[in-house]
C-alpha cells in the first residue's frame, strides 16, 4: 500500500491518518540506514533516526508536516525493571506518570527539542507503538504549545495517575487518539495507571467494537475517564511479571544444558533455536501475540482502504465449475470437462465486475464469503448456503451468484473452494504420559468429551471405537460428505444446520450395522470401513484411534480411550480418478461447524452438550500462510477467536517440508527466477500462489519448457494467459489482497485435454521475477505449489522454512509437528516447518509421529492395527490430550476451557527441546501428565 504523508496535512483525525502514523510506528523498528532510505525513498521526507537505550525512533519532516515516531521494545521480556517501576512527577502534564516511561522520554527529549524548534508552522504528529506509545504521549504533553496536529498511539501501555491524565484530556481532547486491538494484553498494563484519549477498540473479529463504534468513524471516538480495556488486576499483574521472569530463567537452563533435540537432516545446515525469549512469552502469555505492530498495520489498513466490491477477478481465476445435481434432498457433485474453457475466455460478455455469467444453467462453485459486521444477512436469492461460521459463510455459487453477491453492501470477500488438500500422513502412549494418566490417581480417559475428526472416515465395525462391553459404539455419528439417500444434517435439524448435502449415520444406525455383520447378514455401507487403495488402512480410522481408540487385542489404547467420536468424512478427492469433490475450503468449514453443532447437542444421538477437541489431518499448500485468509479466519471464528468455551481445533503441520512445494527469492530490483518440474501425464492442472509485501513492486511472467514465455503481468496490466507447450497457462496479479493488504500473484497450468506435452513427462517451468521497486525489509517473495493427492510439482530450489500446510497457520488452530517418541527428540524428516510468512511462532509443539501403531480398516481381523509415520499421527495426540482436560474440567464442574488457554497450557508444559520456539518442534514436546496436572483446580 503507497503511503501518502499528505494524510497529515488534515490537522485532524482520520483513518488514513492513522494507517500512515501506523506505518511510521513499524518503520521505527527498521534499522537506521534502511528507515532513513525509505523516509528518503518512499516518504520523500528528510529524516533523523535516534537510539539512546531503549529509546528509538525518527523524526522526520518536509515542507508541510513532522512525524516524531518511537519504537517500542520487541516485546514484554525487553521492559525488564518497566513492568515494576513506580510513580514520577512529570512535570509538563502536572501529575504524576510511569517512572521507567518518563526515564526513557528523558533520554532523547533533547534530540526531539531541537527539531521541533525549526517547526514553523508545520504539522506535527507525535507517534508510537507499544512502549513508543508511551513515549510518543510524554513527548506530545511536553511539546503542547507547538499547536500539535495529533497524538495517535498504538497498543500503548498505561501510564498516567489521575491528575496528569485529567491534564491530558485538557490539553488534547480528542486529538490524542488510541488505538488498541482486542486482546492486546500491553494496553492492560501497567495496574493503577490510568489510559485517556479518545479510543479506537477493535473487537477480536477484527471490527470496531460496538460500544464504542462512533457514528462517523473517520472522526469520532470515544473520549472518557478511562476508556478501553480494564486493566489487569494485582493478582494477573503479579503472576505476568512472574511468568517472565520464570521463563527467562528456563531460557537461561535450556541453554546451559543443551538441547535434546536432534534433527533428522540429510542435507543443509543444522536448523537454530529463534534467540528471542519474546517467542516463549508469546507462546504462554494470551493476548501477547495481538500486540504486534503488524495486526495493527492491518486494523489500520483495513479502515484506511474498506473493501468495496469484492474482486471477483480472482475468484473467477480459480474457478473449476461443476454441475451439482439434486435428488430430494442430497445433492451431489459431478465433474464436468473445462479443460478448453479458461475462466478468461469463457466467450460471454463480462458484466461491470468482470464477472461472467453462468455459462452453464445448473454449473455451482463452492465458495467462502465473508460477511462485514455481526447480525442477520439475507443472501442473494437462488444462492445455496452451507454455513455460516460467525462472518464467514459457505455457499454453492453460479457466476450470476458471484455478482449478485458484489453488489451485496454486507459482503467484503469471496474465495473459490479450490480442489487441494493432502493427507499428512506403541511407543507413543507411554512416551507422552497418556498412560500414566489413563491410571490412578488421575485415571482420566475422557468420557466427559468428545473427540472430531474430519479426515476419510472411519471403520465402524473396528472394536476400538466400541465401548467397554465391545458391542455397542462410542460413535455419536458420521457425517458422509460425499454420500446420499438418507438424512442430511438440515434435515436432522434445521434450526442447527444448515447443510443439505451428504448422508448423516446415527449410533443407533452404525449399532444395526455392527449387529447385522456380527450376525453374518452385513448392511452397512462399504464407505464406512473407511477403505484404502492401498491395502495399508485408512487413513481416518488410523488417526481416530490414536485420539479415542480403546484398547483391544493387539490395538493400545488410545488417548481419550472412552470419549465419544464425532467422524466427518471430507468430500475431497483423494486419487486421480475420484473426481468427487466440493474443495478443501467448504468441506472443512462446514465439517467444523457440524461438529460444533453436535458438541452442543443438535442431533438425537448427542447426549446433551460436551466440549469437543477437534483433529484435523488434511491441509492445503496454497494460501497466505499469514492467519489471514478467509478459510484460516472461518477456523479461528469456530472457536470464537479461541475465546468460545469446551472448543478447541488442532492441526498437523503437514508433510511439506520434504516435498519441495515451497519457493522464495529475496527480492531486488533486478531478475530472479523460481524453476519447478511438473509431471503432467500425472496432474493435468498446477495451481500456485506467491505473496510479497505491500511496498514492493514486482512484475512476473512464466517461461514453459520450450523457453516461450507469457506476458508480463504487473500493477498496470494484472491478468494474462497464453499457450505454452500444450498447456493452457493463467497468470493474475492481485495488488493490496483484502484479506491482509499484500500482493497476491495467481498462477495456473492447465494440461491441454489431458495430452501429455511433446516435450516429455517431466517439464521444467519457470516464473521470472523483476523487481521494478523494492522498498520493504522483508524482502522475500514467497511461492507455494498447492498439492492435491499426487505430488507432481517439485521446485528445484525449494524453501524448506514457512511449508506449514493450511489452516495450521491460523492463529488459534493448535498446530503439531511429528517426532520420535524416544530421546533424543528426532524430528521427521518430512514433518513441516514454520514460522508462518509474517513470522508467527508456528508449530506450537510436538508429538510422536513415526510408526505410530493403531486401528487398520477393512481387515476381516476387527482389531488390526498398522503402523504409520506424519504428521497425521502426531496431532491426534494432542487431540487426545484436550479431551482428556476437557472432559477432567466437565467433570469438576467449572468453567469450561477455551482454545486460547487450552494452546497456552500445551506450550507450558510441553517438554522443552531448547531455550524457546524451535522451527520444527514448536515450544517442546506433548506431556500430557503434566497438562492434566496444570489445569487442575484452574480457576
Known amino acids: 500500500m503507497t503511503i501518502d504523508p499528505k494524510a497529515l496535512t488534515t490537522r485532524h483525525f482520520t483513518w488514513k491518518t492513522a494507517y500512515t502514523l501506523c506505518e511510521a510506528s513499524r518503520l521505527a523498528y527498521d534499522p537506521p540506514e534502511r528507515l532513513q532510505q525509505t523516509l528518503r525513498d518512499t516518504w520523500k521526507m528528510r529524516g533523523q533516526a535516534f537510539s539512546v537505550g531503549e529509546t528509538q525512533g525518527f523524526v522526520a519532516a518536509n515542507d508541510a508536516v513532522i512525524i516524531v515516531s518511537f519504537r517500542g521494545t520487541q516485546g514484554l521480556a525487553d ?93 488534547f481532547g480528542a486529538r490524542y487518539t488510541r488505538i488498541v486491538n482486542a486482546n492486546d494484553i500491553v ?89 528471542d525469549l519474546n517467542a516463549a512469552i508469546e507462546g504462554q502469555v494470551i493476548g501477547v501475540a495481538a500486540h504486534r505492530i503488524g495486526r495493527y498495520v492491518d486494523l489500520t489498513r483495513a479502515m484506511a482502504f474498506p473493501p468495496g466490491v469484492p474482486d471477483l477477478r480472482a475468484a473467477v481465476a480459480n474457478l473449476r465449475p461443476r454441475s451439482r445435481t439434486a435428488s430430494g434432498d442430497t445433492p451431489t457433485f459431478v465433474d464436468f470437462d473445462i479443460s478448453e474453457i479458461s475462466p478468461f475466455e469463457m466467450g460471454i460478455a463480462p458484466t461491470s465486475h468482470g464477472a461472467p455469467p453462468d455459462p452453464v444453467p445448473a454449473q455451482r462453485q463452492p465458495i467462502l464469503i465473508r460477511l462485514r459486521g455481526s447480525g442477520d444477512w439475507a443472501p442473494p436469492p437462488g444462492l445455496e448456503i452451507g454455513s455460516r461460521v460467525e462472518r464467514v459463510v459457505t455457499a454453492f455459487a453460479t457466476a450470476e451468484d458471484l455478482v449478485a453477491l458484489a453488489d451485496h453492501p454486507r459482503v467484503s470477500g469471496i474465495e473459490v473452494s479450490r480442489e487441494a488438500g493432502v493427507l499428512e500422513l506403541e511407543s507413543s502412549m507411554p512416551f507422552t504420559g497418556g498412560s500414566a494418566v489413563h491410571r490412578p490417581p488421575i485415571a482420566e480417559q475422557g468420557d466427559a468429551a468428545l473427540v472430531g475428526i474430519v479426515d476419510t472416515g472411519v471403520d465402524i465395525l473396528h472394536q476400538a471405537f466400541r465401548d467397554a462391553t465391545g458391542t455397542a459404539t462410542r460413535i455419536v455419528a458420521i457425517w458422509d460428505q460425499r454420500g446420499s439417500g438418507g438424512a442430511t444434517p438440515r434435515s436432522l435439524n434445521p434450526a442447527v444446520f444448515s447443510q443439505s448435502y451428504g448422508r448423516v449415520y446415527l449410533a443407533d444406525e452404525i449399532n444395526a450395522f455392527i449387529a447385522d455383520h456380527a450376525a453374518g447378514t452385513p448392511s452397512h455401507p462399504r464407505r464406512l470401513r473407511d477403505p484404502d487403495r492401498l491395502g495399508q ?57 457440524f461438529l460444533k453443532g453436535v458438541a452442543e447437542g443438535a442431533l438425537p444421538s448427542s447426549p446433551g452438550i460436551r466440549p469437543i477437541a477437534i483433529n484435523v489431518s488434511q491441509g492445503m499448500n496454497a494460501g497466505a500462510h499469514d492467519g489471514t485468509s478467509l478459510l484460516e479466519a472461518a477456523f479461528d471464528m469456530a472457536t470464537g477467536i479461541g475465546r468460545d468455551e469446551g472448543i478447541v481445533i488442532v492441526k498437523s503441520a503437514g508433510n511439506e517440508r520434504a516435498e519441495r512445494g515451497h519457493a522464495s527469492k529475496a527480492l531486488f530490483q533486478g531478475v530472479e527466477l523460481i524453476e519447478w518440474d511438473s509431471d503432467a501425464t500425472v496432474q493435468r492442472t498446477d495451481y500456485f500462489e506467491g505473496w510479497f509485501d505491500a511496498r514492493n ?57 489431458g495430452q501429455p506435452p511433446t516435450t516429455g513427462s517431466s517439464q521444467t517451468w519457470a516464473l521470472e521475477l523483476e523487481g521494478r521497486d523494492i522498498r520493504s525489509q522483508d524482502q522475500r517473495f514467497h511461492f507455494w505449489a498447492e498439492r492435491t493427492g499426487v505430488r507432481a510439482t517439485r521446485f528445484l530450489v525449494p524453501d524448506e522454512s514457512a511449508t506449514l500446510s493450511i489452516p495450521g497457520t491460523a492463529r488459534t488452530v493448535i498446530c503439531v509437528g511429528a517426532s520420535n517418541a524416544e530421546l533424543p527428540i528426532r524430528m521427521n524428516r518430512s514433518s513441516s516447518q514454520g ?105
Open 537 to 593: 488402512g485408512g487413513h481416518g480410522t488410523h488417526v481416530a484411534g490414536i485420539a479415542a481408540g480403546r484398547a483391544v487385542g493387539t490395538h493400545p489404547a488410545g488417548m481419550a480411550p472412552e470419549a465419544g467420536i464425532v467422524v466427518v468424512m471430507s468430500a475431497l478427492a483423494h486419487a486421480t480418478d475420484d473426481p468427487t469433490s466440493i474443495g478443501y475450503s467448504v468441506s472443512h468449514v462446514d465439517a467444523v461447524q
Open 79 to 171: 521492559w525488564g525493571d518497566n513492568l515494576r517501576a513506580g510513580w514520577t512527577e512529570f512535570a509538563p502534564l502536572g501529575g504524576d506518570a510511569h517512572a521507567g516511561f518518563v526515564g526513557c522520554w528523558a533520554r532523547a527529549s533533547d534530540i526531539v527539542d531541537r527539531v521541533l524548534a525549526q517547526a514553523g508552522g508545520k504539522a506535527i504528529w507525535f507517534t508510537g507503538h507499544s512502549l513508543g506509545g508511551a513515549l510518543a504521549l510524554l513527548g506530545a504533553a511536553t511539546h503542547a504549545d507547538k499547536g500539535l496536529a495529533g497524538l495517535v498511539t498504538f497498543g500503548q501501555p498505561r501510564l498516567l495517575g489521575r491528575r496528569s491524565a485529567e491534564r491530558m484530556h485538557q490539553l
Open 697 to 753: 513492486d514486482v512484475a512476473f511472467r512464466v517461461i514453459g519448457p520450450s523457453g516461450r514465455a507469457t506476458q508480463q503481468v504487473t500493477f498496470e496490466s494484472p491478468d494474462t494467459a497464453a499457450d505454452l507447450d500444450g498447456a493452457r497457462v493463467e497468470l493474475s496479479l492481485t495488488r493490496s489482497h483484502r484479506d491482509n493488504g499484500d500482493h497476491r500473484l495467481a498462477l495456473t497450468i492447465r494440461q491441454g485435454a
Open 187 to 275: 494496553a492492560k498494563v501497567a495496574p493503577y495507571f490510568r489510559h485517556t484519549g479518545a479510543l479506537f477498540h477493535f473487537d477480536r473479529y477484527g471490527d470496531l467494537s460496538e460500544d464504542v463504534l462512533p457514528e462517523d468513524s473517520d472522526t469520532r471516538a470515544e473520549l472518557s475517564d478511562d476508556p478501553g480495556p480494564p486493566p489487569l488486576d494485582e493478582a494477573e499483574y503479579t503472576a505476568l511479571v512472574n511468568e517472565i521472569e520464570r521463563l527467562k530463567e528456563d531460557q537461561a537452563a535450556q541453554i546451559a544444558q543443551g538441547s535434546p533435540l536432534v534433527l533428522e537432516e540429510e542435507t543443509g545446515a543444522p536448523l537454530v533455536f529463534a534467540d
Open 835 to 939: 514460522l508462518t510468512r509474517s513470522g508467527e511462532f508456528k508449530p506450537d509443539l510436538a508429538a510422536p509421529g513415526h510408526k505410530v501403531v493403531s486401528a487398520m480398516s477393512g481387515q476381516p481381523a476387527l482389531d488390526a492395527v498398522v503402523a504409520k509415520t506424519g504428521t497425521s499421527m502426531a496431532a491426534p495426540h494432542v487431540t487426545g490430550a484436550l479431551a482428556l482436560v476437557l472432559s477432567q474440567r466437565a467433570k469438576a464442574g467449572g468453567r469450561q476451557l477455551n482454545a486460547e488457554q487450552l494452546k497456552s497450557g500445551l506450550v507450558v508444559t510441553s517438554r522443552p527441546v531448547g531455550a524457546t520456539h524451535h522451527p520444527l518442534a514448536g515450544y517442546g514436546i506433548l506431556d500430557v501428565a503434566a497438562l492434566l496436572d496444570h489445569f487442575k483446580g484452574f480457576a
